[in-house]
């Protein structure tokens, strides 16, 4: 597969609503921009299904991958054996236990590692950064998604409550604080989305640049990715308007709107060449 046959096989995803939203495709848009053409060594942490496998090994990059759930390395095999790859390089392993991973790959490195749907379900997001960090040759490129907490501030729904109440306003005391609860939950679509939904965590953008930067990573930088047009809740109302809307969005220079616009984004930092 090249990059000309990846796009249009996820034409569709771009205006059909009634296809997920191709979100990774967007965020490996940025991944292949930095990288550039030469092919590379290349390991995504968390593979899951091998959804990756044919664009990055289609376009020549040596693939590796890992995941801690043993039906998700299956499923990335089979994606490799498909493609006549090597399946070895598909394994299981926990990246919060480094030993797991060295005890696949001893000492190899690599020129690229990206990491989607890890970060949100872990709790020492630092230690998992600095582990990543480790698997890449120095200046090497790292991409991690997050959940962008400040796209809460667009939602109107429960996560603008929440986002509200727990990390803008979490000490006014309690008269102010029943007052602000009170009238936010008069404006807002609180029943969306329903609790529990997700465990998953969301991040500020600029907490976890700090995170890379007191970690002394180089150029760390926030991409936001899966954007928006407009409240979320307003997607039912003409589904192809809003998904055709969105994908224009993904092409924001400003530089701040996807901070808002966007519910997700990459941490892209290289391993320092020195330490």
Same mark, same amino acid.
């Given at each position: ?9 996820i ?6 609503p !009634?296809? /997920?939203?191709?979100?990774? @495709? ?5 991944v ?5 053409e030469r092919p590379?060594?290349?390991?995504? *942490?968390g ?8 664009l990055f090994?289609? !376009? ?5 991958g890992?995941?801690?759930?043993p039906? #998700? *390395?299956?499923?990335s ?12 390089r ?9 030993a ?5 790959l ?7 590692? +990206?990491?989607m749907?890890?970060?949100? @379900? ?7 950064? #600095?582990?990543?960090a &480790?698997?890449v040759?120095p200046?090497?490129? +790292? ?11 667009t ?10 109440m727990? &990390? !803008? =306003?979490?000490d ?8 602000v ?5 008069r &404006? ?12 998953a965590?969301?991040?500020? /953008?600029h907490? *976890?640049? #700090?995170?890379?930067e007191d970690l002394g990573?180089?150029? /760390? ?6 954007? @928006?047009a407009?409240? /979320?809740?307003l997607?039912?109302?003409d589904?192809?308007a809003?998904?055709?809307?969105s +994908? =224009?969005?993904?092409?924001?220079a400003s530089?701040? &709107?996807?901070l808002?616009?966007?519910?997700a984004?990459? !941490?892209?930092f290289r ?5």
């Amino acid at each position: 597969m090249n990059l000309g046959d990846y796009e249009s096989s996820i034409a569709t995803a771009l205006t059909d609503p !009634l296809v /997920p939203y191709p979100a990774n @495709h967007f965020a490996f848009r940025h991944v292949l921009q930095a990288i550039g053409e030469r092919p590379a060594a290349f390991i995504e *942490v968390g593979v899951g299904e091998g959804n990756a496998i044919p664009l990055f090994a289609g !376009l020549g990059h040596e693939f590796w991958g890992f995941d801690n759930r043993p039906e #998700a *390395v299956a499923a990335s095999k089979d994606r490799m054996s498909g493609m006549r790859l090597d399946q070895s390089r598909i394994f299981q392993a926990e990246i919060r236990t480094p030993a797991s991973v060295e005890q696949i790959l001893g000492s190899k490195q690599f020129d690229v590692l +990206v990491a989607m749907g890890v970060l949100p @379900h872990v709790e020492s997001e630092s230690e998992v950064i #600095a582990n990543m960090a &480790r698997l890449v040759r120095p200046g090497g490129h +790292v991409f991690i998604e997050c959940r962008n907490a400040l796209f809460s501030l667009t939602t109107f729904n429960r996560y603008t409550f929440e986002f509200f109440m727990e &990390r !803008l =306003l979490p000490d006014i005391g309690v008269k102010m604080s029943a007052n602000v609860d009170e009238d936010l939950r008069r &404006r807002l679509e609180m029943g969306i989305p329903s609790s529990g939904t997700s465990d998953a965590k969301f991040h500020v /953008p600029h907490e *976890v640049l #700090a995170m890379a930067e007191d970690l002394g990573l180089d150029d /760390p930088r926030i991409i936001p990715f899966h954007f @928006h047009a407009g409240m /979320p809740y307003l997607e039912s109302q003409d589904p192809q308007a809003y998904r055709q809307a969105s +994908v =224009l969005l993904e092409g924001d220079a400003s530089g701040w &709107r996807g901070l808002l616009l966007g519910s997700a984004f990459l !941490l892209h930092f290289r391993r320092p060449e020195q330490g």
